[in-house]
């Protein structure tokens, strides 16, 4: 079969002819129809997440996806053959990633979710739902905006901000997001009610002038500490700012006066659940930026795939 792996941390992920993993006990066989692409997979491949699980080699990676079950091992009792499935395949150890024409998976991926795609959902569509949607509700929960409060999301043009963007503004949160003037329509459209054009204002001063009073919150997506220190005082006196991208640095984490996190998505099946239903009741759906075949991956990971409006999510057609 073919796949995007890596037989080393820090090689460059290749397209290669790799054998067909069979299910063990507990796991399941997919054949991949689509899968998204997420800046945790290049971190797994350059070594970042080392210490953080066991991994195999040659590892094949992604790890959002969605396919059809192809066979089941010993002791399956959640999928059928002939099933559709999607999820985040996060196994331990790790070493079949959905970046290829089949993958293996446990039923119940011991740091991943799994589950059945629902009824006329298009593959493109499921694959590129599971990291950044999860991620999207999680951070959301954690951070307790009030309804009729006020968020500021940074970054909110990729997978998990245009995720962020719906889910806020369906729980009745006024959003106001960072992003390109070219960009600005399509964000509203999504449901936020202000935008800040990079590159025109200082942040913590656009804010000053938007919403005087304070953020409730503010969700970064970007990673930058110089960015989110300035605009931590916009915070609301026992407000949050959270982030995704590990973008508060120790000073920001120890501060008392507002609650501040480094957020890791938690609780994975439960809020995969959540999320199939927001999906299927048109509260939420995904934003996909560009839609390459299985060769461009390494491309796609490296962001040299051009997108023409909001980035969202970059998924990968496997079959």
């Not at 299910?23 to 997420?38: F, M, R």
């Not at 070594?47 to 959002?64: I, S």
């Not at 959640?78 to 150890?93: N, S």
């Not at 459209?189 to 054009?197: H, R």
Request: a negative charge; one cysteine or more.
């Amino acid at each position: 079969m073919r796949g995007i792996s890596v037989e080393r941390f820090g090689q460059a992920p290749e397209l290669r002819k790799l054998p067909v993993p069979e299910p063990g006990t507990g796991q399941v066989q997919v054949a991949i129809e689509a899968a998204a692409v997420n800046p945790l997979d290049m971190a797994i491949a350059s070594g970042a997440l080392a210490a953080f699980g066991e991994y195999r080699f040659p590892l094949t990676l992604g790890m959002d996806g969605a396919g059809t079950v192809t066979a089941i091992g010993d002791g399956v009792t959640q999928f059928r053959v002939g099933e559709r499935v999607f999820g985040q395949f996060w196994d331990q150890p790790l070493q079949f990633g959905t970046f290829a024409e089949v993958c293996v998976v446990q039923a119940a991926p011991v740091l991943g979710a799994l589950a059945a795609v629902p009824d006329m959902m298009p593959a493109d569509v499921a694959a590129a739902l599971p990291t950044s949607g999860m991620t999207a509700l999680g951070v959301l929960d954690h951070m307790q905006v009030p309804e009729g409060g006020t968020l500021l999301v940074v970054g909110a043009t990729g997978g998990v901000g245009t995720f962020a963007v719906q889910a806020a503004t369906a729980r009745g949160i006024g959003v106001v997001a960072t992003a390109s003037a070219e960009l600005a329509e399509e964000l509203r459209g999504l449901g936020a009610s202000e935008i800040v054009p990079r590159g025109i204002e200082p942040l913590e001063q656009a804010l000053r002038r938007i919403v005087p009073e304070g953020v409730d919150a503010i969700l970064d997506l970007v990673g930058d500490p110089l960015l989110t220190s300035r605009v931590a005082g916009a915070v609301r006196d026992g407000g949050a700012l959270f982030s995704t991208a590990f973008g508060l640095d120790d000073p920001l984490l120890g501060d008392k006066r507002i609650r501040t996190a480094n957020y890791q998505l938690d609780r994975k099946p439960e809020r995969l659940a959540e999320l199939t239903e927001l999906v299927m009741a048109g509260t939420l759906r995904s934003v996909i930026g560009a839609e390459v075949p299985l060769e461009e991956a390494p491309r796609a990971l490296a962001g040299e795939v051009g997108v023409t409006g909001l980035r969202g999510k970059t998924v990968l057609r496997v079959s």
